[in-house]
């Protein structure tokens, strides 16, 4: 079974830094394309970065590129997000998401629960 | 970036009823259309993708159609279990883009 568990989020200030984590399991992680997509409270989704399974291609939304940082360790089965110059816009649950298929990008067919970044003074 | 437009945001609508929601895109996209399904507190679940194509385990009461810019998510006969946020998305290009969100009341 595919399972995705993020972990990191929390309560920080303007101008901060956090680093969130998602930790797969259930398939060949070093495979798939691996997003991150966050919801700001009672708002839609928005996409803010992928990074490609093996040769480490990464894009970002125009919103956060040059502020976070997304990286995978592929002998850990881990995705990771740097988030750094945080701003209160950035208060949202982010959620790591798996593409469907090993040569596809943006169909998110798993998702984690969430962790959520709070951004306040 | 390409702008994805729902309607309606919202709907009231029995159980039984057939449920048509619509997805527009500023440009053709093709048949690069997803469509997710979101409970309130729960993360997104993956329910078609290339416009039509149903995801392995979501009942066939779901359906997708169109291409270029117009897409419709149709549930022939609504469940108590499908009231929730519907959200669009495209994978056409970079970044992908989501809708607004249509939810799926109870009437």
């Known amino acids: 079974e595919v399972q995705l568990l993020e972990s990191g989020g929390g309560l920080v200030q303007p101008g901060g830094s956090l680093r969130l984590f998602c930790a797969a399991s259930?398939?060949?992680?070093?495979?798939?394309?691996m997003s991150w997509v966050r919801q700001a409270p009672g708002k839609g989704l928005e996409w803010v970065s992928a990074i490609s399974g093996s040769d480490g291609s990464t894009y970002y939304a125009d919103s956060v590129k040059g502020r976070f940082t997304i990286s995978r360790d592929n002998s850990r089965n881990t995705l990771y997000l740097q988030m750094n110059s945080l701003r209160a816009e950035d208060t949202a649950v982010y959620y790591c998401?798996?593409?469907?298929?090993?040569?596809?990008?943006?169909?998110?067919?798993?998702w984690g629960q969430g962790t959520l970044v709070t951004v306040s003074s | 970036d390409i702008q994805m437009t729902q309607s309606p945001s919202s709907l009231s609508a029995s159980v039984g009823d057939r449920v048509t929601i619509t997805c527009r895109a500023s440009q053709s996209i093709s048949t690069y259309l997803n469509w997710y399904q979101q409970k309130p507190g729960k993360a997104p679940k993956f329910l078609i993708y290339?416009?039509?194509s149903l995801q392995s385990g979501v009942p066939s009461r779901f359906s997708g159609s169109g291409s270029g810019t117009d897409f419709t998510l149709t549930i022939s006969s609504l469940q108590p279990e499908d009231f929730a946020t519907y959200y669009c998305q495209q994978s056409y290009s970079t970044p992908p883009t989501f809708g607004q969100g249509t939810k799926v009341e109870i009437k």
């Open positions: 259930g398939f060949t992680f070093s495979s798939y394309a």
């Open positions: 290339v416009a039509s």
């Open positions: 998401a798996k593409d469907l298929l090993s040569s596809s990008w943006y169909y998110f067919d798993c």
